[in-house]
């Protein structure tokens, strides 16, 4: 099918009337029940939930940088920057500023508008916020978006990453709260939602998520869609993650996911989140430009973009390129490329 006949076939199947979406918390039911849908019927709701948020083919992109790597003394079962893992991701120390600088503008002029910059951290020290702090100025006086993702963050913390320059921070919930314990034993489910506290109180854009694929039962997915949708309000970035299975890691042998199980998910975080950007994070190189295609029809309207994610790889900038142009999807400009007249 070709970029025109798809945006033909999203137009003729615009809806005639609004899909009602509960009012008020999510259940953990009436989520699973979404799941149970009819692939095609809850494709077709999550496409018509979308269609009435965001304008379209609009897809955002965002660049990855591991500003500081591997070492990390948490034991999180998916991640090869734990230090409990032989992994052979080699530990380094914190990037230097112009080194960071030249990364993000590279993934400006390659069209990306937000910039998140990756901590194998535990939790940043008084002076690790300094210096990122330093990289957030930086890379927000280049007219890119800034995120991070740090580790776990004290209140004052944030508010000193907010008066840098952050516009968000990335800090996941990964799954169910009941499953947690399977995944990570070195912190809680309840350390996580106080640092998503710290963010909201300090006035930083939330993107949390989670991932697919780490043995998880279908209750556990639709667990952590209620813990996210029922954020007040939800986070702004969804990043939906399928295992990357990295040798060496306790979730290296998962099953892998069925692909439309993978898209299920996306489709429901679209319905119960529908303003969220929903991100299609990583797994993309395992994925095939099929399943990619369905999860943009599911809702997805944002992705990794860069030939690496943290530590492992992601794909290349021509083939995104390219994928994107066949499906006649194009990325959003921020308002700073648009007053610059760039082009993103
Ligand atoms: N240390 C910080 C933290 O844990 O929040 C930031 C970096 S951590 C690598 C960010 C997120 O990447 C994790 O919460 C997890 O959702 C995701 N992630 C890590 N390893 C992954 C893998 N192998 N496959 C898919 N997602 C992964
Ligand atoms: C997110 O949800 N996924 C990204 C980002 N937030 C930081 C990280 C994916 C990591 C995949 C494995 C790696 O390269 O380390
Ligand atoms: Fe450390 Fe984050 Fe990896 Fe967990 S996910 S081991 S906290 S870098």
Redesign the pocket.
């Given at each position: 099918m070709g970029a025109n006949d798809l945006q033909q076939a999203i137009t003729l199947r615009r809806p005639a009337k609004a899909v009602a979406t509960p009012q008020g918390p999510w259940s953990v039911e009436a989520i699973q029940a979404l799941f149970d849908k009819p692939f095609m019927e809850l494709l077709f709701e999550a496409q018509t939930v979308h269609r009435r948020h965001f304008p379209e083919g609009d897809i955002e992109l965002a660049t990855l940088l591991s500003v500081k790597t591997g070492g990390?003394p948490?034991n999180?079962g998916?991640?090869?920057?734990s230090a409990e893992f032989d992994t052979g991701v080699k530990a380094q120390k914190l990037m230097e500023v112009d080194e960071v600088v030249r990364a993000a503008q590279a993934a400006k002029d390659a069209g990306a508008t937000r910039f998140c910059m990756?901590?194998?951290?535990?939790a940043p020290k008084d002076r690790d916020v300094e210096k990122v702090a330093v990289l957030v100025e930086a890379v927000k006086g280049l007219g890119l978006q800034t995120c991070a993702?740090?580790?776990?963050l004290e209140p004052h913390h944030a508010q000193q990453l907010k008066a840098a320059g952050l516009d968000y921070y990335?800090?996941?919930l990964?799954t169910a709260p009941e499953y947690y314990t399977d995944v990570v034993d070195t912190r809680t489910y309840q350390d996580r939602l106080d640092t998503l506290a710290a963010v909201r109180g300090a006035g930083i854009s939330v993107c949390c998520?989670?991932?697919v694929?780490m043995g998880e039962q279908p209750v556990h997915r639709a667990g952590l869609i209620a813990q996210l949708a029922n954020m007040d309000p939800y986070p702004e970035s969804v990043?939906i993650?399928?295992?990357?299975?990295?040798p060496g890691?306790p979730?290296a042998d998962s099953e892998p996911v069925d692909p439309f199980d993978f898209v299920r998910m996306i489709a429901v975080a679209r319905i119960t989140m529908p303003t969220a950007r929903v991100r299609l994070?990583?797994?993309r190189q395992q994925m095939g430009e099929a399943v990619q295609a369905l999860c943009f029809m599911a809702g997805a309207n944002s992705i990794f973009y860069g030939d690496k994610?943290?530590v492992?790889g992601n794909p290349d900038v021509d083939a995104d390129v390219q994928l994107l142009r066949k499906l006649g999807l194009r990325s959003h400009r921020t308002q700073e490329q648009a007053e610059e007249g760039g082009c993103a």
């Open positions: 990390c948490e999180c998916y991640c090869p920057q990756g901590a194998a951290w535990r993702t740090l580790g776990m990335n800090h996941n990964d998520g989670g991932i694929g990043p993650n399928s295992l990357v299975r990295v890691t979730l994070s990583a797994g994610l943290l492992t």
